[in-house]
């Protein structure tokens, strides 16, 4: 009964932080914010900093003996692993549609145990919509149970794919597919499909922990899968070099669309 009802406070500390980190985020949101470069060409701006530093102030400093990894945090000072659970968060996954003004973004939070998710949150801000999950527990899109969708034997599955990926797909495999524009976030790619409002996606190799912990668990709840072309889950805490194309969707098509990504050509 006590880890049920500590994962129950994770669940609320999780919820208020990314509302709160939301707020501070639509702060700036299409109001020309300063914008600097890492990785090459990778934009953050100060909307995802100022952004961090509330998730931060909020989630660790009421659970200081938790791990923290944050997408806006050098990669040293992480403590994933350290610690019974571990927070990993993305304070705007999707930056540069954020950037561009348009809604597809979301703070993404979750809580780690012994690499698991096992509490996470996904807020849609500018669109009003909140997913959130515990492990064991239902997931919900703003406080009502969802669950994924598959089209019917022999339709076409409506997926959100890369442009990358989606021009790889083999001839034979079009017929099956209905390939929609990739969400720029792809935590709210995943809740989407966790809602049933998509049949799948893919993922590009090289995605990250923060990118994918809540929505991972969110989907598992909601009765899909994310998984790798040899339906193996996503390995926390691991280099990102280890995780090649990834899939998700219901579980009962999981087969079908790894069969698909697994045609395509690296």
Known sequence: MEAAASLSDDLDLLLDAAERAGEVAMGYFRRDPQVWYKHGNSPVSEADFAADRCLKE?????????????????????TVGAR????????????????????????????????????GVV???ARGEV???????????????????APPE?????????????????????????????????AYRLALVASGRLDGTFVRPRANDWDVAAADLILERAGGLFSDVGGQRWRYAEDVASHGIMVAGPLGSSQRLRDIAGAIVP
């Open 154 to 186: 022999g339709e076409a599955m409506r997926l959100s794919l890369p442009e990358s990926i989606a021009s790889k797909i083999a001839a034979g495999d079009r017929p099956r597919v209905t390939a929609l524009p990739a969400v720029p976030s792809l």
């Open 58 to 78: 909020l989630l660790h400093g009421a659970r200081p003996d938790y791990g923290w990894v944050s997408e806006e945090m050098d990669a040293s000072q992480h």
């Open 84 to 119: 019974h659970r571990t927070f990993v968060v993305d304070p705007i996954d999707g930056t540069r549609a954020f950037l561009r003004g348009e809604d597809v973004w979301c703070v993404s939070v979750a809580v780690l145990e012994a690499g698991v998710p096992v509490a």
């Open 123 to 125: 807020n849609v801000p």
């Open 131 to 149: 997913f959130q999950a515990t492990a064991g527990g239902t997931a919900l899109l703003n406080g009502v149970p969802c669950q994924v969708s």
